[in-house]
C-alpha cells in the first residue's frame, strides 16, 4: 500500500527544487497534494506534472510571509477534500547578500524571518486546528544544517532557520498530546537551481560544499527523508531535527 494513501498534503514553495521533488513524491505514495507556490507559473507547473503522472493535485497561489495569505490557502484545502493531515513548511532560501551580522543588510535580515520563520509559523498556525479537527498528522518544517553549527557570511538565513529548528521542538510537546507529530528536516547544500546559482562565486559555499562526506544533496534525497515524518512510519517520533547532510555535521 502506498504510504501515504488517504492523506491530504500541503507543501509550501512547492514550484521548484526541493518542494515539488516532495510533492511528487507524495503523489506517487498516494497522497492528494496542495501545491502552495508564490510564482503562479512554476506552482501550477508542479500540478500539472503530478496530475499528468496520474495523482491528485491543485495549485494555490500562496505568499506564506502574508496571514490571510496562507490561512485561506490552508482553509480551502481542508474544504476541498475534507481536511488536513501533512503539512510540510518548506518555502524559504537564502540569498547572495547575506552577510555577517555586521555586514548584511538589514532588509536581508527582516527578508529571511518573513520567508524561513514567520513563514513556518503562520503555517502551523493555521494547519494545526485543522490536522486536529483531521484526527491527527505530521507537520515537516524546514530547518537547515546552518541551525546546527557555526557557519560564517549567513547570519541572516541561520538566524531564521535556528528560529525554526526552536519553534520546531516547542510545537512537538504543544500539540502532541492532540495526535499532532513536528519534525524538521535539516538539508545541506542541496542542488536546486537556486542554490547553483548561490555556488557560483560564493567561496564560503564552495568551502562548505568540499566537506560533504558523500557528495552533495539533491533535492530528492530531502523529499525522502520528508516522507518519512509525514508517514506513519514515523507515528512515534516527533520533536527530531534531522541532518540530512553528508555527515558534515559530524565532521
Known sequence: M??????????????????????????????????????????????????????EAMFLRTDVGEPQSIEGTIRTVAQHW???????????????????????????????????????FLGCRFAIPEIIKSGGGSII????????????????????????ASLTRSLAVEYGRQGVRVNAVAPTVTLTER??????????????????????????????AVLYFASDESRIVTGVILPVDSGLVTL
Open 82 to 120: 475534507g481536511g488536513l493531515h501533512v503539512l510540510h513548511n518548506n518555502a524559504g532560501g537564502s540569498t547572495n547578500v547575506d552577510d555577517t551580522v555586521v555586514d548584511a543588510p538589514l532588509e536581508e535580515f527582516w527578508r529571511a524571518i518573513r520567508l524561513d520563520l514567520f513563514g513556518t
Open 2 to 55: 502506498p504510504r501515504l494513501a488517504g492523506k491530504i498534503a500541503l507543501v509550501t514553495g512547492a514550484g521548484t527544487g526541493i518542494g515539488r521533488a516532495t510533492a511528487e513524491l507524495f503523489a506517487r505514495e498516494g497522497a492528494r497534494v496542495a501545491i502552495a507556490e508564490i510564482d503562479v507559473p512554476s506552482g501550477e507547473e508542479t500540478a500539472q506534472r503530478i496530475t499528468a503522472a496520474g495523482g
Open 141 to 164: 518544517n524546514m530547518a537547515s544544517v546552518v541551525a546546527l553549527m557555526g557557519f560564517p557570511g549567513r547570519d541572516c538565513y541561520t538566524a531564521a532557520k535556528g528560529g525554526v
Open 195 to 224: 542554490v547553483k546559482a548561490l555556488l557560483a562565486g560564493n567561496e564560503a559555499m564552495q568551502f562548505l560544499a568540499a566537506q560533504h562526506l558523500h557528495g552533495l544533496g539533491q533535492p530528492m534525497d530531502m523529499a525522502h
